[in-house]
């Protein structure tokens, strides 16, 4: 059981690699859809072995795999479909470059979790931390480099997925209120930025957002 | 129990009321308004009548709170909403008559404005500090569609550079507030309370500092992203220009103090967990300041009228947040500021907005000998703008004195020199237009136009109210402010 | 003194230009051909090695100097690295920092043996050559790095000790992952597909093959030969890090070894049967997540 998570946990990791190391938006979102059906396996894998899985755990996992693992690339494609647009040919920083920030970021976060390991907190597996803080970078890294709307809101899921891991890490189970609200401003984030990317592309023929600079001081 | 009820009756109106705008008819929607604004204000004002008997009351478990300091900022913001939307009954009918907005999308846009004010009162309303974050993002995603009623592309720029910077920013002050549920693991509260803002602020003490700490910093970056702190505002003068002038005022008026609100509650459970040294009073001290200086030099050589007032509005929160930042009495003018702020501002917002109306402009250098064409709202604009900058019988001028008085007390002389040398380039570089604006020659022809009974109302309110609070401050005013000032210190 | 140093370096010498042969029959067999025969590579050298070389005037010592040098350095390599279980010739603390500067005095002399000859195109190659392989320089010591930093040895022979397949048990992750980042920098460093076609004569699109046109006879001939060493070692430290079976003798190790090597020709062949070539532009990409590949590994040592 140990070394599936362990497997998990390093899965999540590399999907994050390959986010940042793919032009390709047909790589990018199953890619996503993956990571997000891992995150949602993650909390019953791990609450497993020592209470077996409570009715929260599984109302959580029902409605958080098909959201993350399903619904988001189905939007996402649909933005495709919509847009035309298949992949990013010149991001703002190439991609062997945001493969080795991605590199840096890991390092960090890992020097973060190491910062923070002293301290009391009742992590749930000690790879959870790092996890959570690589795909927070991992997140900022792709919304900050990438110049396609599409991509930005691809970052932002995964800055959402690394937020989720974090809560994990650091609250344990949290009230499934909270989880289920923070699930559904997530849900709605990702809905109204797709509309919004959808008028874009309607009112300038492109999602480029290094182009949109009408307002300026 | 019936004293809970009321906390309900504050968080389920709004939706509701956003629910029938969605589904009913455009020409019932009016009413609609009509009765949610009028039984919000009349809950607000209860709410404030047994805060003021009571103390605090809570409803579901304690997960929904009211207390001195929600209970001010929750009167306000019925307040400023009811101003915005009694302007909005005067700016749309022309923007229709103009064809720039089809009516047939009123009920959309009607289910967004009240929702937007039900999320802002989830965050006022919760104690616990996720269900609060869960508010905040939620008021951002249901203002960003109000941001382009107007479909140009500039306004879809400034939608989604609100959304991606507000999201994002906002996501970080998620991992402040588990930073936050992290720094109280060691009390061994359930799942249900360890998020509970009162919990934590009863165990304030025994929080881990270093958690604490790293929390801040993801807190004041996060939800100071939203408030429009330097150098997170970036949005922020994008936003408010391209908005139509009620959501604009709205913004300005209290969308960004609701982030600062956010900010205000964790700055006890820091100071209290690091044993009050001042370590996060620093903190806002400096973005107060740098956010003051950031705005006074992009307003010099504004020449977007509503830019110019959405740099002032940064240069507020930054006011406030070296009010809180500074303490003591710093903290009550901060308090005091949010309500001068809030009357000011949007009426400053409804009248600029009426000007860009009128000339078809944005431009500062087109608008020109208003005092002639429009004098209700050229009045409103001027005095407005002169209570906002600090001229003396208004409020405004009240709580900056109060924050000098602070800084003095403490003998922050360098806070004290950055914010007399921004408030004076803000000053003159915001009476240099003020007067071609007003009675400079202008070569359009444009007719005079008609005022309403409303748009007097509109303009007279919210003066007498700055004037009032200039001249004197009434005692229940007072006490409240100080109760509430008390809750930030941590008495 | 014990003969059975000698094996690895005994192997390596004799089967290195198998593997190449291995490698061209599954690529025959998968494209349905009949294909040369497995030691075609053995005749090419004998052949090469009866006939006399020729030297353009434009060349210096130099360019005679590169095929020595080059094969010398892969035969110094094969006495570090250890085979099945079986301990090397020269084995010290920081040998694997000789084997791979060695590799990298190989590749320094080729590539200076190339631009000798004043060839653009071969200048062309030498320049990609170099461009790639300090990408590929980066996984490969991130990689050994994290080796190191697991068994806390720093030498072949100590690393790939018996406990080694142990270590399997509780860092298979990082096993997986500094096995993977080996194969991309073995491909790369031995111009495989996807990073360089050996069989292509395009030379706007060859890297390895374009620098190495000038040469002929015993020069050639060496070149080939180095070659093929340093596919056979790299490949050895690739098996090493990815199926260690020991079984308690030696022998029966080294046989295992063995046989790993020649499994890992057939991998090879497929791999080179099934992708295509990458652009030349994408190559850093892929080198760069085989170094990010390394760098997961490490880190998750470090914790």
């Known amino acids: 059981m140990e070394q599936l998570i362990n497997i998990m946990m390093v899965v999540i990791l590399l999907t994050n690699l390959l986010l940042l190391g793919s032009s390709r938006l047909g790589t990018c979102i199953p890619a996503l859809g993956f990571q997000g059906i891992l995150l949602g396996l993650m909390l019953p894998v791990l609450l497993l072995s020592p209470e077996g899985i409570s009715i929260h755990t599984l109302i959580l996992v029902l409605i958080s795999i098909p959201l993350r693992g399903l619904l988001f690339p189905w939007i996402l494609f649909r933005i495709v479909k919509k847009t035309n647009i298949r992949r990013e040919i010149e991001p703002f920083i190439s991609y062997p470059v945001s493969i080795f920030l991605g590199m840096l970021a890991l390092v960090l976060a890992f020097w973060m979790s190491s910062r923070l390991a002293g301290t009391p907190i009742p992590s749930l597996h000690p790879l959870m931390l790092p996890v959570a803080f690589y795909t927070i970078l991992v997140g900022l890294i792709l919304i900050v480099s990438r110049k396609l709307a599409i991509n930005q809101v691809l970052g932002y899921i995964v800055l959402e997925n690394g937020m989720y891991v974090l809560g994990i890490a650091f609250a344990g189970e949290v009230h499934l209120l909270l989880e289920l609200g923070v699930l559904m401003d997530v849900f709605v984030a990702v809905f109204v930025m797709s509309i919004a990317i959808y008028r874009i592309s309607r009112e300038f023929s492109h999602i480029d957002v290094n182009q949109l600079q009408n307002l300026k001081d | 129990m019936e004293n809970g009820l009321i906390l309900w009756a504050l968080l389920i109106i709004p939706f509701l009321g956003g629910f029938c705008c969605f589904i009913s008819k455009v020409r019932f929607i009016q009413w609609i308004a009509s009765i949610v604004i009028f039984s919000m204000l009349v809950l607000s004002g209860i709410a404030v009548w047994i805060i003021i008997t009571v103390g605090s009351i809570e409803a579901a478990h304690g997960w929904l709170f009211l207390d001195t300091l929600s209970v001010y900022h929750i009167a306000l913001l019925q307040i400023v909403f009811a101003l915005a939307s009694l302007f909005g009954k005067s700016y749309f009918p022309v923007e229709i008559a103009h064809k720039a907005f089809d009516p047939e999308l009123l009920p959309r846009y009607g289910m967004l404005w009240f929702s937007a004010l039900g999320a802002m009162n989830l965050v006022f309303l919760s104690n616990n500090i996720g269900i609060m974050w869960v508010g905040v993002e939620a008021t951002t995603l249901l203002t960003a569609f109000l941001i382009c009623i107007h479909v140009t592309s500039q306004s879809l720029e400034a939608m989604w550079k609100y959304l991606i910077m507000c999201s994002v920013g906002v996501a970080l002050a998620f991992i402040g507030t588990m930073l936050v549920g992290a720094a109280g693991s060691n009390l061994k509260a359930g799942h249900s309370e360890a998020l509970l803002w009162t919990f934590l602020y009863q165990n304030a003490s025994n929080l881990n500092p270093f958690f604490m700490k790293m929390a801040f910093l993801f807190l004041v970056v996060g939800y100071g992203t939203k408030v429009g702190f330097a150098p997170m505002h970036s949005w922020l ?64 050589f504004q020449r977007d009228i509503k830019r110019l007032l959405a740099y002032s509005s940064i240069e507020h929160m930054g006011i406030m947040a070296l009010g809180l930042g500074l303490g003591d009495i710093g903290t009550f003018a901060a308090l005091f500021h949010i309500l001068n702020h809030s009357m000011g501002k949007p009426l400053c917002f409804f009248s600029a907005g009426k000007l860009v109306q009128i000339y078809g402009t944005n431009s500062i250098y087109k608008i020109r000998n208003a005092m002639k064409i429009t004098p ?53 570089s ?25 748009d007097i109302f509109l303009v007279a309110f919210p003066m007498l109210v700055l004037l009032v609070l200039g001249l004197y401050m009434p005692e229940f005013l007072e006490n409240i402010l100080q109760k509430a000032a008390n809750i930030i210190r941590g008495y | 003194m014990n003969v059975n140093f000698f094996i690895p370096t005994l192997f390596a010498v004799v089967f290195a230009p198998l593997i190449l042969g291995i490698i061209n029959r599954t690529k025959a067999f998968f494209g349905g051909r009949c294909g040369q025969p497995l030691l075609q590579l053995y005749y090419d050298l004998f052949k090469l090695l009866r006939k006399g070389a020729t030297y353009s005037k434009t060349t210096t010592y130099i360019f005679r100097l590169g095929p020595m040098v080059g094969l010398v350095c892969a035969l110094l390599a094969t006495t570090l690295v250890p085979f099945g279980s079986q301990r090397p010739f020269i084995s010290f603390s920081g040998d694997i920092l000789l084997f791979a500067y060695l590799l990298g005095l190989m590749r320094f002399f080729t590539v200076i043996a190339a631009l000798d000859t004043g060839s653009s195109f071969e200048g062309m190659g030498a320049a990609r050559e170099v461009h790639f392989s300090a990408l590929a320089e980066v996984a490969f010591f991130l990689g050994l790095i994290s080796l190191v930093k697991i068994t806390s040895f720093a030498s072949f022979s100590e690393i790939y000790s018996t406990s080694f397949a142990n270590l399997w048990d509780m860092k298979s992750i990082e096993m997986i992952l500094i096995g993977s980042s080996f194969l991309i920098v073995l491909l790369t460093e031995n111009a495989r597909i996807p990073v360089d076609d050996p069989n292509t004569h395009l030379e706007l699109t060859m890297i390895h093959e374009v620098m190495v046109l ?11 030969y180095g070659s093929a060493l340093k596919l056979w070692v790299l ?48 190559v850093p990409q892929l080198l760069v997540a085989g170094a990010a590949l390394s760098t997961v590994a490490l880190v998750l040592t470090m914790r």
């Open chain 2, 237 to 300: 003068p994008d936003a408010h220009s391209q908005s139509p002038a009620p959501v604009s005022a709205l913004f300005s008026g209290f969308l960004l103090s609701t982030a600062f609100y956010c900010i205000m509650r964790y700055l006890p459970l820091v100071e209290m967990a690091t044993g009050k040294q001042g370590w996060a009073m620093e903190i806002l001290v400096f973005f107060g300041l740098f956010s003051i200086m950031i705005a006074a030099s992009f307003m010099v």
């Open chain 2, 376 to 428: 209700v709202w050229a009045t409103g604009f001027f005095l407005s703008f002169l209570a906002l900058i600090g001229m003396a019988p208004f409020g405004v001028f009240m709580s900056k004195f109060q924050i000098l008085k602070a800084a003095v007390s403490k003998a922050d002389y360098i806070s004290l020199i950055v914010f007399l040398f921004g408030c004076s380039i803000v000053f003159i």
């Open chain 2, 430 to 454: 915001a009476l240099r237009y003020m007067l071609l604006v007003l009675y400079g020659e202008s070569e359009s022809h444009i007719h005079p136009q008609k005022a309403y009974k409303r």
């Open chain 3, 214 to 224: 000038d040469h002929s006879g015993p020069d050639f001939a060496f070149i080939l």
């Open chain 3, 235 to 282: 490949g050895s430290v690739f098996v090493q890090t990815f199926w260690p079976i020991r079984s308690g003798c030696v022998y029966l190790d080294v046989l295992f070894a063995f046989l790993s090597m020649i499994v890992l020709g057939v991998i090879i062949g497929i791999v080179e049967s099934t992708m295509a070539r990458l652009r030349l532009l994408r």
